[in-house]
């Protein structure tokens, strides 16, 4: 169930799907906080896991969101490695997303690893 971003606030959906060899899909929704639909978009990749595939639905949603000049975001992703490796030093973390992840600003890493916390703005790219 989708939950609504406190106002002034909005919120990203990010998904990938990975088939092997190389084939991916991205997708990305951004919603305000009374739900309307303000942006989405989806893609296709050539991405080598399933790992990759995720990390780059997130920096997509990142990317869209400075395309639509919002600053005041919170990014909701079901993948627990692309996360880890955002909140955890990027050395620590999966070798195979790290040149998807190593783009992210370092601003929002913290935020990332904590779901339902804002991100700072989104301006660094």
């Known amino acids: 169930m989708w939950i ?3 106002p002034h606030f909005f919120k990203i959906n990010v998904d ?3 088939m092997a060899p190389l084939h991916a899909k991205v ?3 951004i919603r305000d906080s009374d ?3 303000i942006g989405g978009e989806a893609k296709s990749l050539v991405r080598a896991s399933f790992e990759e595939t995720e990390a ?3 920096l997509e949603g990142m990317k869209l969101a400075h395309k639509h000049h919002i600053d005041h ?3 909701e992703s079901n993948s627990k490695a692309a996360i ?3 909140s955890i030093c990027l050395c620590n973390g999966s ?3 790290f040149p998807i992840v190593k783009v992210i600003p370092p601003s929002l890493v913290m935020v990332l690893s904590r779901d339902g916390l804002p991100c700072p703005p989104v301006n660094e790219f």
Request: net charge negative.
């Open 35 to 37: 739900g309307l639909l």
């Open 27 to 29: 997708g990305v929704i």
């Open 95 to 97: 070798w195979r997303i």
């Open 84 to 86: 880890d490796t955002l």
């Open 4 to 6: 609504a971003p406190t």
């Open 73 to 75: 975001t919170i990014i």
């Open 56 to 58: 780059e639905a997130i």
């Open 16 to 18: 990938g799907a990975w």
